[in-house]
DNA sequence: AATATTCCCGTTTTT
DNA sequence: CGGGAATATT
């Protein structure tokens, strides 16, 4: 039983795994063992060291990672009382154990990011505002980025602002007043009241380290700012912070994420140990050696050389298809064939930029009768039914969640309309009272007119629904959707959907789960644990069903073989092409999240692109994306797909230099279907490619990777 | 007040 | 194309 913690481990991981003290920083490439060395080293704390399991916390950024963290920790027999969980859901617990000192409400709820927008949309016309004019939608990012950055509402107004971030101000400020009515953190909230508290209440931060002895950060390059400081403030004495991460799987710094806290690890904690993993043990050396020549193209990097002893392998395909359609469809059963040919479906996976590119892929399988699973989990969490329910116990845990209430008081129809809301509404705030205790106050009642009789029943189903509230969470649920009417709303099929009612009954096994797992958990802590819960976690590893998932959601996963489509410039770099200028380090995100994809794959890599993708309604032409340009061609297989759905010739096919290569000199006359006849402006064998510049008659200059260029060379007596 | 209809929005990635 | 909000209808 007791397992021997070093074996089977290579020199590097033996390293990571015996430092215990002190800051330590796991560089650690893709396939390199990570989770393992993570692992074997907590194993090491416990059994060599004698920590206690509860002196250690594991924080991860996915709940994915938490779980699959906790299962290979179980996996080693380790025992429970490990502090095990994404930094979101670690924060949470944390706040509500000491939220007297960190200032807010005991049962709060956390709202997520409807309920943001919602609230955004009211503190926008709290200001006097028009929300046509101020997106809540785009204020939402602003307000994100300010909190990721730990920057209050105060603190945002004393900055240096032009004129649209002096509104935004105002509205930041109207907003956070707003939460605080209604007793609710949203995400960036719980780690930022986090990280304040750590950083005002120095006896706070002295229980806390002196609980958390070992501190673990994965996935730190994904860190943003008030992240970083949570774990600088917990590790500040003891300096027991191991970090791990990998600078070129950096993909969150939309969300804040900030790169430099692991590229600047050794200056914020001079005594680290850095240890690289560079070993990889999960890809083929093609695969490897495809996504490396694409990641050395960024300069924010630490360098780091990925080698394997792994075979070559097949060669990386790319796939041109003519339609988002016919990719789909050629995926889908290709993957069939694969299936069919003995393969488990479960080590296959399709990759995609956007979740928009999911619904072809979808129905393309269903068609090719491969069973699949999605990776899109806000799917079940966001469904009205399960919203409405949730919103019921909002109410009931925390009577100050008004965003909650309004969205009960008529669901199900209780007569209950816009106008006596209002009504109830202003009746609450000019006795400032919250909306929950107007509903059974006899004053704001008397000033509701007819409505008032419906309200009183609605606030004594309230009261009545209220006794739940120190239940264990599948009772409590199972009493508020029979007594709240939901149940009967949802039965009574509208249009023959039994859908939302099964995913009630669902709902109520979930928290049974939950249960079982925490026994002793409150209604309180599962509502917590329901609002943080995610999209991954709907994938199941250990069935047999071909995975559809966005590049962000890849990540940590490995699969035999990988697809990933739409490699279409403006897509897979993506840019929004909406005017705002995208900046170099943009495209090495980009970058990075191709990367990550790329090296999912062990054996087989297929990356596809449309030459025509419908998005968003509208069919449009694409640009090969450059990402393939930067592919080494002795690692690539090149594939133009003759067109299906329409008689669009196929063309010559790409990735071979002209066979009369050295006729091509500057000055060449060429040929583009593009931009018709153009003159080679220069020329350079490069030692992977060649490149090429080319002036068109209009003027226009570009310039290709000559091998994929759809250049073709036209002699002066072709002119005519 | 409830339901039906139109319109208009945005539109990356996730806790 | 699809969801939610504003608007029209019963």
């Not at 590097?12 to 796991?26: F, N, S």
């Not at 692991?262 to 005594?271: C, G, M, Q």
């Not at 596809?608 to 340009?629: C, H, I, K, N, W």
């Amino acid at each position: 039983m007791p397992i021997d913690i070093l074996e089977g481990l290579n020199p590097r991981q033996r390293e990571a795994v015996e430092t215990v003290d002190g800051p330590l920083l796991i560089i650690a490439g893709p396939g390199s063992g990570k989770t393992r060395v993570i692992t074997h080293r907590i194993a090491n704390l416990v059994r060599v060291c004698g920590v206690a399991p509860y002196r250690i916390a594991a924080v991860t950024f996915t709940n994915k990672a938490a779980r699959e963290m906790i299962e290979r920790i179980d996996g080693l027999g380790l025992a429970p009382g490990m502090t095990v969980c994404t930094f979101h859901a670690f924060c949470a617990k944390l706040l509500r154990q000491h939220h007297d000192r960190a200032g807010i409400a005991r049962n709060f709820t956390i709202f997520d990011r409807d309920d943001r927008r919602k609230l955004i949309r009211q503190a926008v016309e709290r200001c006097d505002l028009s929300a046509s004019n101020w997106s809540p939608a785009a204020i939402d990012q602003d307000i994100s980025r300010a909190k990721n950055a730990l920057l209050t509402a105060q603190a945002y107004t004393e900055g240096d602002l032009d004129w649209r971030e002096r509104t935004i101000a105002r509205i930041y400020a109207c907003y956070e007043g707003l939460l605080a009515e209604n007793a609710g953190l949203d995400f960036d909230d719980l780690l930022m009241k986090m990280a304040s508290a750590l950083d005002r209440d120095a006896e706070l931060r002295g229980e806390l380290e002196a609980i958390y002895r070992y501190v673990l950060v994965d996935e730190y390059q994904d860190t943003n700012s008030a992240q970083y400081q949570i774990a600088r403030l917990l590790t500040r004495d003891h300096q027991n912070l191991c970090a791990t991460g990998d600078p070129d799987q950096s993909i969150y710094g939309w969300r804040g994420a900030d790169i430099s806290n692991i590229l600047h690890f050794e200056e914020d904690y001079p005594r680290a140990v850095v240890v690289k993993l560079e070993q990889n043990y999960r890809s083929t050396q093609r695969i490897l050696a495809a996504a490396d020549a694409l990641i050395v193209d960024n300069v924010q990097r630490k360098e780091k050389t990925l080698w394997t002893k792994n075979d070559a392998g097949p060669l990386v395909r790319i796939v041109e298809h003519e339609t988002g359609d016919d990719e789909a469809r050629t995926v889908a059963e290709e993957i069939g064939e694969r299936i069919r040919n003995g393969a488990d479906a479960a080590d296959i996976a399709v990759f995609y930029r956007v979740n928009a590119l999911s619904r072809v892929l979808e129905e393309a399988m269903l068609r090719s009768g491969v069973s699949y699973q999605i990776a899109r989990g806000l799917e079940f969490y966001n469904r009205r039914e399960i919203k409405d329910v949730l919103a019921y116990l909002r109410v009931l845990v925390n009577p100050s969640d008004g965003l909650a209430l309004t969205r009960i008081i008529n669901t199900p129809p209780r007569g209950i309309g816009a106008t006596t809301i209002q009504r109830l509404t202003d009746a609450a705030q000019a006795s400032g009272m919250t909306l929950r205790a107007a509903v059974t106050d006899p004053d704001a009642l008397s000033k509701l007119g007819r409505g008032a009789a419906k309200v009183r029943q609605f606030g004594e189903l309230l009261t009545k629904l209220a006794e739940v509230v120190n239940l264990p969470a599948p009772e409590a649920l199972e009493y508020v959707i029979s007594h709240s009417g939901l149940r009967a709303l949802y039965r009574d099929a509208r249009d023959g959907d039994d859908a939302p009612a099964a995913n009630l009954d669902e709902l109520v096994s979930a928290a049974a789960a939950f249960q079982a797992d925490e026994p002793e958990a409150t209604l309180i802590e599962w509502l917590e644990h329901a609002a943080l819960i995610g999209d991954v976690d709907a994938v199941d590893s250990n069935v047999s069903k071909v995975t559809l998932m966005t590049l962000h959601a890849a990540k940590g996963l490995e699969f035999d073989a990988v697809y990933i489509v739409g490699f279409e410039d403006g897509l897979l770099p993506f840019r929004r092409h909406d005017g705002s200028s995208s900046d170099a380090s943009d495209t090495e995100e980009e970058r990075r999240l191709c990367f990550v994809g790329m090296t999912r794959a062990k054996t087989r890599l297929c990356l596809s692109r449309a030459r025509y993708r419908m998005l968003r309604g509208v069919t449009q032409r694409t640009v090969e994306s450059p990402f393939l340009d930067a592919l080494p061609a002795d690692a690539v297989d090149y594939q133009a797909e003759v067109p299906r759905t329409s008689g669009r010739p196929a063309r010559r096919s790409r990735g071979r230099l002209p066979d009369d290569l050295e006729e091509w000199t500057i000055g060449t006359l060429v040929r583009h279907p593009l931009h018709g006849l153009g003159r080679v402006l220069s020329i350079e064998r490069g030692p992977k490619r060649t490149h090429v510049a080319v002036e068109f008659k209009d003027g226009l200059r570009r310039s290709w990777v000559l091998e994929f260029a759809d250049l073709e060379r036209v002699d002066f007596d072709d002119i005519g």
